[in-house]
T-cell receptor, first 113, second 117 residues
Framework: EAQVTQNPRYLITVTGKKLTVTCSQN?????MSWYRQDPGLGLRQIYY???????DKGDVPEGYKVSRKEKRNFPLILESPSPNQTSLYFC????????????FGPGTRLLVL | AQSVTQPDIHITVSEGASLELRCNYS??????LFWYVQSPGQGLQLLLK??????LVQGIKGFEAEFKRSQSSFNLRKPSVHWSDAAEYFC???????????????FGQGTILTVHP
C-alpha cells in the first residue's frame, strides 16, 4: 500500500531534549516536506526536499533541522525543543513534477513541556 | 507572495443541506488550487484540484469547486451534506511553473464543518 508513515504519532518531551521525528514514503517520490499545523494558522511549511541531499527552508524553519540521505526518508530534527514547538506535524511527499498531488502522513502530535 | 484566506473559521449545517466553503487566494499568475479534508485525528486527504481547463472541478465524496479568476476564489460546494462530512477543510494554492514558488503549497487557515442531524 502506498503510504507516508511517521513515527512517533504522539510525543511528550521536555524543553531542550533533542528529538527526531521520522518520515518514510514507499512511493519513490522525489519531493518531501514537513508542515506544522496550529489552530487558526492552517499548515505552514517547515522544510522541503527536492531530492536526496537537496533541502531548503520553508516558511517557518527556525528551531528545526532536516536531512535527506535516502530518497524514502526525511527525518525532522528538533535539536533543542521549546514549548512554542508544541504542534501537530505532518510529513508529505509527491512526485517531482510541479504540482503533483501531495500525500500526507498521519501526523505527529508533539507536546514540549 | 502567494496566500490563501478562508473567511469562515467554523460552519454548521444540517444533514442534507447544501454546503459552500469559501476560499480566496492571492497569486500573481495562474494558480494551482487544491481542497484537502482532515477528519479528526487523521492526515489530510485531497478532495479535488484545479490546474487548468474547465473551471468547475469535480472531486471525491460528491464535492465540487469552481475557479473564478475575476473573484480570486475557489469555493468548495456540496449539494447535500452527510454527517460523515464533518471535518476540517483546507484550501491551498500552489505556485505554477516558472515562478519562484514553483511546487510550493500554501494553505489557508482551515474551516471546521459541523453537521447537525
Amino acid at each position: 500500500e502506498a503510504q507516508v508513515t511517521q513515527n512517533p504519532r504522539y510525543l511528550i518531551t521536555v524543553t531542550g531534549k533533542k528529538l527526531t521525528v521520522t518520515c518514510s514514503q514507499n512511493m519513490n517520490h522525489e519531493y518531501m516536506s514537513w508542515y506544522r499545523q496550529d489552530p487558526g494558522l492552517g499548515l505552514r511549511q517547515i522544510y522541503y526536499s527536492m531530492n536526496v541531499e537537496v533541502t531548503d527552508k520553508g516558511d517557518v524553519p527556525e528551531g528545526y533541522k532536516v536531512s535527506r540521505k535516502e530518497k524514502r526518508n526525511f527525518p525532522l530534527i528538533l535539536e533543542s525543543p521549546s514549548p512554542n514547538q508544541t504542534s501537530l506535524y505532518f510529513c508529505a511527499s509527491r512526485l517531482a513534477g510541479g504540482l503533483e498531488t501531495q500525500y500526507f502522513g498521519p501526523g505527529t502530535r508533539l507536546l514540549v513541556l | 507572495a502567494q496566500s490563501v484566506t478562508q473567511p469562515d473559521i467554523h460552519i454548521t449545517v444540517s444533514e442534507g443541506a447544501s454546503l459552500e466553503l469559501r476560499c480566496n487566494y492571492s497569486y500573481g499568475a495562474t494558480p494551482y488550487l487544491f481542497w484537502y479534508v482532515q477528519s479528526p485525528g487523521q492526515g489530510l486527504q485531497l478532495l479535488l484540484k484545479y490546474f487548468s481547463g474547465d473551471t468547475l472541478v469535480q472531486g471525491i465524496k460528491g464535492f465540487e469547486a469552481e475557479f473564478k479568476r475575476s473573484q480570486s476564489s475557489f469555493n468548495l460546494r456540496k449539494p447535500s451534506v452527510h454527517w460523515s462530512d464533518a471535518a476540517e477543510y483546507f484550501c491551498a494554492v500552489g505556485g505554477g511553473a516558472g515562478g519562484t514558488s514553483y511546487g510550493k503549497l500554501t494553505f489557508g487557515q482551515g474551516t471546521i464543518l459541523t453537521v447537525h442531524p
